[in-house]
Structure formats: C-alpha cells, structure tokens
C-alpha cells in the first residue's frame, strides 16, 4: 500500500525501523553484565538485539541458567524500550538444537546419498540402486541397471548408490551432528526443543518484546563436509524416493545416474530431483516454523545458506527464493568487504527484493558487515549499508557484538561492533542513518518495470555434483545481464519459476492498463520481461509467457534460448514467436525504445536508482557504489514537481533545485565517495529552480604541518611473539602466540609451561604502566625476574582484558615478562598488552596495499619503548601523509586524541571550509575556538566553519577516533586483511609475514578553503 511519509518519524524512527545486532553470547554468562550491556545496547541508537549463541559459549545451551539469563534479557529489554529477538541454534547453522535435536533418533540426523564409481565388486550393504557401466576414454557409458555386475574386461565399472548418515562426533555440532531439514518430523522435533522451550520460558512477550524469532543458514545438505571429503552426494532422507514418485509419477532409483552423469533423460531427470528436493524443503522446514510463529504471534526471520549463486544454492539449498515466501521478514547474509562478487553478489539482493515486494511484505533483513575487518568503520558501515538499501533492504542486522572477546573470540569473523570499539560511544550516527532510511525506504511501493525470469531451473538441468563448469558460465551470463540493468539504473525483479506458478504464492497473470499490458507477480506489475540464457521454463512460465505475447506484452531473451519444458524436449519453442533476441551490449540502448526510464545517470554506472511509489509523491533513494571516487552528475527523474532532499544523516528536510523539461526533472547532484542521496518528488509541488552559479576561485589555506597532540586515551604495544618452555624443559625460540598456544595444547593438559615476552626499552617511560592480560589469575606473572602479583585493576577495552599494575619501571634495554601456568581444558593462551602514556618507535617500510578504500602499510617487526608524556609536539613526517600517528609512536594505538594548532585567519577570508584529504579514522570531531563544530564520519570529509572564526588567532581541535584494527590484527597477513577477515585470517601461512601490517591513523592533508 502507498502511504505518507512523515517527517517527525523520519527525525527519530521508532525502534521497529532501527538496527537490531547480532548479539554474540560466547562466555560464561553473567546477568550483571547482560544487563549493562543491554544499557549499552539502548544508548547506542539501535532498537534491540538478537540473542546468538556463538563460539565460546560457557553457559549451557538451553539449560537451566540459559533460560535464566534469556528471561533476564527480555525483561531488561522490556524496561528500556528494545526488541529481545530469539536466535533459533547454538552458532549455526539452525536445525540441531546444539545436538538436542538429534542425539536420541538416528533418523533425524541430516543424511546425504553417495554415488560411489568402482572397478572391483566390492558391493556396499546399504546400497539402495546398482548399475553396471563401461568406462571408454575416462567416460561411462553404457550405464544400465545389474544389482551385482559381473568384472569381464577391463573397462568394466560399477556404479552404487546407498545413503550415508552424518555420523556423531563433529566438533562444529557439538559432537553431535546436523538435522535432516527434508524430514519433517526431525524439523518437528527441532522446534519442540528449541522453539517450544523458549515459549515455556518467555512466551508472554511473544509479539511485544520478543518480535520473532532467527534462523541462520539451514540447508539440505551440509556441502563443505563432503566437498572436504571429495565425495559426490545429494540430499537424501530414508522417504524421498516415495515422496519423489507421489511429487513426480513414476521411480527415481532406476534414473539415480541422470543426476550424476549425462545420460538417458538426465535434464528432465535433474530438474524433477531438485525442484522436488526444494519443495520439500520448504514443506518440511520452512513453513513449519512459519506456521508455528503465525500460531504464536512470532515474526519468522533469518537467511539460508549460499543465497550468492546459481551454483552455491543448488549445493546447499536446491533453491533460495521460495522460502522467503514463507518467512515474515526473510532475509541474507552480506559477508566481506566486497560487493558485486563472492558472498555480495547482485543476485544475492534481488531475490530477496523481488519476493519481498512480489508478496507485499514490509521488510527485507540483512546480516551486514561480517568479515569485513575491525578497521571497517562508519564510512565502510554506511558504504555497504547504502548497497543493500538501494538493492532493496530495510532492516539492517550489523554482525557482531561480542559479549566478550576472551581468546578465539576476538577472532570470530570481525568487526566486532560494540562498546570494545573506540568509536562505540558514537554509533548513534550511524544507528540514527540506517534507522531513518529502513523508515523511508519501507514506506509506499517499490517501482519496478521489468521482471527478468530467475534461470534456476536451467541450472538444475546442467548441474552434476562433481562438475559445477556449466552453472558457473549460467551463473556469469545472469550477472552480466543484471548487473548491466542497475548500472543503466534499470531496476528489475526475478521471477521465480516455483513462485509464479499456478496456486503459487505470487501466480503470475496478465492484465492490462491504459499503458499496455502487463505481467502481475504478486502485488508487482512488470512492463517487460526478459528471459536470460538457459535451456528449460516450467511448463507454467511458458503458458504465462504466450498469454502475455498475445495481449502485446514485450518478451526479450539473450541466446541461448531455452529449447525444453520442465526439463523435456518439446515439439515448438518455450518462447512465443514474439520474443525479441537481444545482446547485453544493446539491451540498454532497445529498452530505451521500448520503455521510457524512470531515473537516468547517464554515463555514471556507480549511481543506482531505488524508486517508491508513496501518497504524497514518490522517494528516490540514489548510492554511489563506488568507494573511493566521488561523482558529480546530472540525474534525471521523470516527471515534475517540487523536490526535497530528506537527509538521514541528521533528519532535516530542505528544497531542492531542479529543472523541468519535457516531462524530465534534471537535477545536479555531487556525490561523494560512497555518497547517497533520499529525495522525494512532490509532482503538485512547484519546483525551486536553481540558476547557474558563477564559478568562483577556491583558495586551499594550508594548515601548519606541526601539531600538539593530546592522548585521550592510554597507548599500548601489542605482544603476540613468546618463547615457550613446558615444564623444567628448554626454552624453545620466539614464535606467534597461535603457534605458542598449539605447541602447549599439544603436550596436553595439565601441562606445566611458560611464556616469555621480551620488550625493548630506548628510555623508560614515566606515569604508570599496567600489563594487559587475559584471565592473569591463571598465571604467575614475573617482569625480569621480579614476581608482580595479579592486582585486578578493572578492565581495558574488553571485559576480558584485565589490567594488572606493574609497580616498577621497565628498564632501557631489554625486559622479560613471564606468564606460567598450567595447561587446562579452556586454556587460551594470548597476545598481552602493555598500556600507559608512552611512545612505541617503529619502521615503517612501504605502502603495503590499497583495495575497497582501506590502506595498509608494513612495519618492522621490531618495536621499542621509549618516554612520552601524554602531550607532544607532531612533526612533519615526510612520507606524502600530513598525519599518520602509526608513524609517530602509536602503531597499536586504539583510543582517541586531539590534534590542536593555532590558525590566523585573514580578514579578507570572507568563508571557509575545512577539508580533509584521505581521512584514515573512524570519526573525526571539529571544533574551533571550543565550540563543537561537526563530526566527520565519512565523505565528503568538510565542513563550513565560517560561523566558528574571527580575523586573527583562532583554535582549532581535531579529536581523532580509532578502531581496534592495529591493536588485535591480524598483524601478519600479507596484503593486509582485505575483502574477507575470519579466524584463518589470522592463520594464514600462505600469505605469512614476520613484518607487522598495519593502518595508518590520521589524514593525508587538512586545509582550509
């Protein structure tokens, strides 16, 4: 339905439009801390959190004290105004119930059915199917059924099918093993265990405090296992023959080979097979759990596993976009830093877009930013949150929040997003964003004019389990043709095929406007549609097609054209005789003719358009993709009317110029890098036009390169490299603390070892200093030779991370620390800190690399300590940088600072902008002559300080804030961590380095203009 925006919610939306993280429970839990981490959670802008489960959990799963601690929550929420959303598993992904769903019927257990080639008889018990072959030149052939073949010749091979059921004992689930999702009574028993429980204990705020519910990644089949493993399987479960033959007519046993080899009547044989696979999936999982939440007033959200690709959801899912039908507010997952490819691909959004506003559905969620690196701050957070808005979300699931980063878990896939961070008392900016764009962007309809058919079922006929070569050509030919459409601002849908058929949940039919005819899916009315290369249409579609080719409709299909029907040759072509053969390269210049655009950025491919339809008028949302370049452009709008520029970074409204002719809006708009711009048309409106501007001269007032800074919070030098020693024996030579950790673990536990740490000191620094170590009870700390004793002085940076005093200086030259202890079961050996007002000299050696606007740069892996009182003066560091304070005694720094020079302003100066150059720092603040002018969170990084200064000697102050980035890693990585961060990240051997990688912190240049 259309609606009204209102621009009193617009200032301050509700928490049901505000970011919701993903709250990572990974510790032992304590209810004090829950609830001051739920204080936190509320004075941070966002709406609520989800409960998550996670790697490091100390707490039993489901357990007495857990249920405690989840009831805790809800009612703390409850208090403060938050949503508590529910998180159906113990990590992920959903359907075991962390073993409890599957300990006690080996039926449940998620089973796989192998195809096994042999050439001996070696015939396996369990078999279900036997077919004997010829193997000819390294191909079968001459496939046929024999229960036991006879070995004559050489070539003679025998092809067995029997189904494997995951074993107990895999680490990831517990020492248990992952749900059958195509069983329904497994699914059954998952949601007694799981869901039930939790109704048991907070059931009274299901659909107030507690919204709904999460689940994370469930699939068919557990791919990685036996992709590790090279084995060539497909799910299975002990009645999908029976299940099959009722869905299809006739036996799949015999055509078992037809899925794996290209043989007999393998197309139609493979599409039965995985559209039969993806229907049960969604009957036994999905619209279960929808059905249990509509019967319990529950919200059903979450994502599947491998939404990315043709290819990764086949593998894992058989299909994606037929169970966010069934979902209130389906969603996906955004991991990395990277959009466009890998786990960001185009394709990834617009399922989820097209189903969302095929079936009418208020929200589209997304899991962002996990994996992107802890120096992804508000710039990275904003560049990637703007991808998925304009690609149709509007609830935005920021990955992760840990509870606490003790051991493995500062590692577990960051960013970590919460009060660890420097910056974290001003994720409100950010929060305040994204929640007035998830209210705009939800308001009114989507307006989209061409529905390109999903070619899924053509992946289905082309894909075999140990040959992926075919789909990933479909799936390349699909992102051509889709990304060329957004990069013409061409927005478009996919139809899916399982959706759109008849008595499904979006049947698609034709009508007729006085515009022409159209193609209804759902709630959407779609001008033209394209059909992209492929070889099969469901017999549906195909009927669709020819009714609206009859009525006028405009078909247009990329070669190859589909030649089968649900898989099956047919007598005449899928495509009416109307369809129009097109090419990538010309599509964009045909649809010209064909259908007038709506928003145009002609010769800018980086803008991208999202349009609603609203009651007073229309809203635009347009993002510059690109990261590091910034782009002014004419953007085109069709109609007229009175503009407004609705600004979510500070809620304001204010007119915007443009001008209007035939039937065209044009208005000039500068985005900056990753910029973005929420307009709103008001076609009664009169427009404000805006004249010419003069062009006037600039003059860059260069600041001085000397600075005084002020540390506003302690610096600190990372240890990760120790000696070990186990028990009385030798010290062994210094090694990274993972590689320390390994060799204790493997002497075993209840080993007695130490570590040894060695810091140089240039000249020892006053004020106090304090060691930094995780779990210090544990150990018997020693500074050359000197035994220090535990004093717990509270936490720095995580709760985890406690502080001891050191009651001496460390002396010039080098110094000894030593933990020792004893090896247990939960032992997690870790880097440890030194913290205090002091300066770490380090080499920096060369720009180490630049992708996705980070920059790294790589150091010598020597670093020494000398005196520095917590102000000092910052020279001109020579290297093209202003300001890099990496370089200048603070390469692990984490904190904030202020930079501060005096600046004599001229009175012929009759305005002034301060501008920075490559900001490197997750915010800056401005202030002039004490007076907080702006904070800077990403491009463009200016500001107009006129209204600040006076003619003669003004202050001017720069508080820079950090990340955690340089202080936790991953230091040794070469190339940096660039599109993806994850625990092997920080593991990896292949990309090894002694050299430390680090991020500059400061600017490349600062003036006034």
């Known amino acids: ?58 707490t039993p799963y489901l357990g007495k004290h857990w249920m405690e601690d989840v009831r805790l929550c809800v009612d703390s929420a409850r208090r403060h105004g938050l949503h508590a959303w529910l998180y159906d598993e113990d990590k992920w992904p959903s359907g075991f119930a962390g073993g409890l769903a599957v300990a006690q019927n080996p039926s449940y257990r998620t089973t796989v059915l192998l195809c096994k080639v042999d050439d001996r008889p070696a015939f396996v018990a369990e078999r279900i199917a036997t077919f004997a072959a010829r193997e000819v030149d390294g191909q079968l052939t001459d496939i046929r059924p024999e229960y036991e073949p006879r070995f004559e010749q050489d070539g003679d091979r025998v092809i067995q099918f029997y189904p494997q059921t995951m074993p107990l004992g895999n680490h990831w689930f517990n020492g248990y093993t992952y749900l059958s999702l195509l069983n329904p009574d497994a699914v059954r028993r998952f949601i007694e265990v799981t869901h039930e429980a939790y109704k048991q204990a907070v059931g009274d705020e299901f659909g107030r405090t507690v919204p709904g519910v ?55 044989t493979r599409y039965d097979y995985w559209r039969t696979v993806a229907e049960r999936f969604v009957d036994a999982f999905t619209r279960q759990i929808y059905d249990w939440c509509n019967a319990n007033n529950m919200l059903f959200t979450g994502h599947f596993m491998a939404e990315d ?39 990834t959004a617009k399922q989820l877009d097209s189903v969302v506003c095929q079936t009418g559905k208020p929200r589209a969620f997304c899991e962002d930013y996990g994996c992107s690196g802890q120096d992804f701050s508000f710039a990275g957070r904003k560049w990637l949150g ?39 008392p001003e994720n409100r900016i950010v929060a305040d964003y994204f929640a007035r764009l998830s209210y705009a962007l939800s308001q009114g309809t989507r307006v989209v004019d061409i529905l390109v058919i999903h070619p899924l079922s053509s992946a289905w006929t082309l894909y075999r389990p140990d040959a992926a070569l075919d789909v990933m ?75 609206f080719a009859e009525a006028g409709g405009t078909i247009l299909a990329l070669a190859p054209h589909p030649t089968l029907v649900d898989g099956r040759q047919t007598q005449e072509s899928p495509l009416p005789a109307s369809t129009r053969t097109v090419k990538v390269d010309t599509l964009p210049g045909l649809l010209d003719k064909l259908l007038p655009f709506d928003v145009r950025v002609a010769g800018n491919p980086s803008i991208w358009v999202h349009h ?110 120790a000696a070990v020693r186990l028990g009385e024996g030798p010290w062994s030579q210094p090694m990274h603390i993972l590689e320390a950790h390994a060799t204790v673990e493997k002497a075993g536990v ?162 002034a902008t301060l501008v920075f150059d490559d900001l490197r720092a997750a915010l800056v603040h401005v202030r002039v002559n004490g007076v907080q002018v702006q904070t800077l969170a990403w491009p463009p990084y200016k500001v107009d300080i006129t209204p600040y200064l006076h003619e003669g000697t003004n202050d001017l102050e720069l508080e820079l804030v950090g990340t955690l980035r340089n202080l936790l890693g991953p230091h040794h990585v070469r190339g940096g961590d660039l599109s993806w961060t994850g625990p092997e990240t920080f593991r990896d051997q292949r990309r090894w380095v002694d050299e430390y990688i680090l991020a500059p912190f400061g600017f490349a240049g600062v003036t006034i203009r």
């Open 612 to 721: 609603r339809k609203v009651e007073t008028g229309d809203c635009y949302f347009l993002a510059n993709i690109d990261v590091d370049k910034s782009i002014s452009a004419a953007v085109q709008v069709r109609g007229g009317g009175e503009f407004e520029l609705w600004d979510p970074s500070t809620g304001a409204v204010t007119p915007l110029a443009s001008n209007h002719a035939d039937g065209l809006s044009t208005l000039q708009l500068e985005f900056a890098a990753a910029g973005s711009y929420l307009l709103v048309r008001r076609p009664d409106g009169t427009p404000t036009v805006q004249p010419p501007s003069p062009r006037r001269s600039e003059t860059a007032y260069p600041l001085s390169e000397s600075w005084d800074v002020e540390l506003l919070s302690p610096n600190a030098l990372t240890l990760d490299t």
């Open 309 to 347: 690709t043709l290819l990764s959801q086949i593998q894992w899912c058989s299909a994606i976009m037929p169970h966010y039908a069934y979902m209130h507010y389906p969603g996906i997952d955004k991991l990395g830093r990277q959009i466009n490819s890998g786990p960001g691909t185009l394709l």
């Open 386 to 424: 703007d991808w998925c808005y304009v690609l149709g979300i509007n609830f935005n699931d920021p990955h992760l929040s840990l509870y606490s980063m003790r051991g493995e878990r500062k590692r577990d896939y960051p960013q970590n997003l919460f009060y660890q961070q420097p910056w974290w």
């Open 473 to 547: 050509e479909l799936d390349q030919t699909l992102d051509r043709l889709l990304m060329t459409l957004v990069e013409h601002q061409r927005d478009f849908h996919l139809g899916d095929e399982m959706l759109m058929a008849r008595g499904g949940p979006v049947e698609a039919r034709v009508g007729e406007t006085d515009e022409g005819p159209f193609l209804a899916v759902g709630e959407m009315h779609y001008r033209v549609v394209i059909v992209p290369p492929g070889t099969t249409l469901a017999a549906d579609t195909v009927r669709t097609l020819n009714t």
């Open 750 to 911: 209840g080993t007695p070892f130490a570590l040894r740490f060695t810091v140089e000191v240039d000249k020892p620094p006053a004020g106090p200093l304090h060691l930094v170590v995780e779990s210090p009870e544990r150990f018997r700390i020693s500074v050359n030779g000197e035994r220090v004793e535990s004093i717990d002085a509270g936490f720095w940076v995580d709760i985890s991370f406690r502080q001891v005093p050191l009651p001496f200086w460390l002396r010039a030259g080098t110094n000894e620390i030593v933990l020792a202890g004893v090896f247990g079961r939960d032992s997690e050996l870790e880097s440890i800190y030194l913290t205090g007002a002091f300066a770490v000299g380090a080499t920096r050696l060369g720009e180490e690399s630049r992708h996705n606007g980070q920059c790294f740069d790589r150091y010598a892996p020597r670093f020494v300590v000398t005196a520095r009182e917590s102000r000092f003066a910052l020279p001109h560091t020579g290297t093209g940088r202003a300001v890099d304070l990496t370089q200048q005694g603070l390469p692990f720094f984490a904190g904030r600072l202020a930079l501060r020079q005096s600046v004599e302003i001229p009175a012929t100066m009759s305005s």
């Open 1 to 58: 339905m259309s609606a009204p925006l209102d621009h009193a919610i617009f200032q301050n939306p509700p928490n049901t439009y505000r970011e919701a993280p993903l709250w990572s429970w990974n510790d032992r839990l304590d209810p004090v801390e829950l609830e001051r981490q739920i204080e936190l959670i509320a004075q941070s802008g966002w709406g609520g959190f989800f409960m998550h489960p996670r790697l490091g959990l100390n």
């Open 214 to 268: 999460f689940t994370d990644e469930p699939s068919t089949l557990f791919f990685a296992l036996h992709e590790r493993a090279r084995q060539v399987v497909i799910p299975w479960t002990h009645d999908f023959p029976a299940y099959f033959k009722e869905r299809n007519g006739y036996d799949l046993l015999p055509r078992l080979p037809e899925i794996f080899f290209n043989t007999g009547d393998y197309h139609a």
